[in-house]
């Protein structure tokens, strides 16, 4: 009788050993699968789809020629004032990737930088004429100096939202940006010379 106990319990504990043996390793065949999914997704690149970019342009606010101008663009609330500075998050890319970004923004930033330097004085006088106001010097080098400060931002955002055509070389994307970055320049320069208060257009008393 004692015999036939022992050999039930062990006949039992075996089997028991058994199923839990299995069921080992079926968690470590699930275990694998989900580590090698993971490897999978880790290796593929981080993409991002924009099916329509819109971006506009409604009002521009001016409280004095002094100080932070406050040059921008405001595409919800027309009676806010918006700075060029966006909140943006950027997927974590390689080191080349950062260091091809960081040649792309300097090339973006001298070619800006050159028309704000060449062109935009030229534009506020044109403006002068066309809305009749007059700028005295240091004003239009304050508004001219706004936006350089605001400029990286608007590089930034646009570098974000504008995506890269995988044909189109780094030079020509950089130019596009560029181009971005201009076209706002020139909204938010017109629409402040067309909306400068009376009093603040310096006109000569006749």
């Given at each position: 009788m004692y015999d036939q106990s022992v050999s039930s319990y062990l006949q039992n504990l075996n089997s028991f050993v058994q199923q839990q043996a299995l069921q080992i390793q079926e968690l470590e065949r699930?275990?694998?699968?989900?580590?090698?999914?993971?490897?999978?997704?880790?290796?593929?690149?981080?993409?991002?789809?924009?099916?329509r970019l819109e971006y506009k342009f409604d009002q521009l606010k001016i409280e004095r020629l002094e100080g932070t101008l406050n040059i921008g663009l405001n595409p919800t609330d027309p009676n806010a004032v918006q700075n060029f500075e966006v909140g943006q998050t950027s997927p974590q890319v390689g080191m080349m990737q950062q260091e091809q970004a960081g040649q792309q923004m300097?090339?973006?930033?001298?070619?800006?930088?050159?028309?704000?330097?060449?062109?935009?004085?030229?534009?506020?006088?044109?403006?002068?004429?066309?809305?009749?106001?007059?700028?005295?010097?240091t004003n239009k080098y304050h508004i001219i100096e706004d936006i350089r400060k605001q400029m990286d931002s608007r590089i930034k955002y646009y570098m974000s939202h504008v995506p890269k055509e995988e044909n189109t070389a780094p030079a020509q994307y950089a130019e596009e940006i560029a181009e971005h970055v201009k076209r706002d320049i020139v909204r938010a320069v017109e629409h402040f010379i067309k909306h400068i208060p009376g009093e603040m257009k310096g006109d000569d008393p006749s």
């Open positions: 699930q275990l694998k699968e989900f580590q090698n999914e993971i490897s999978t997704l880790k290796q593929q690149p981080p993409s991002t789809r924009i099916d300097q090339q973006i930033r001298q070619n800006v930088d050159m028309y704000l330097n060449e062109e935009i004085p030229v534009l506020l006088e044109q403006l002068e004429t066309q809305y009749e106001s007059r700028l005295d010097e």
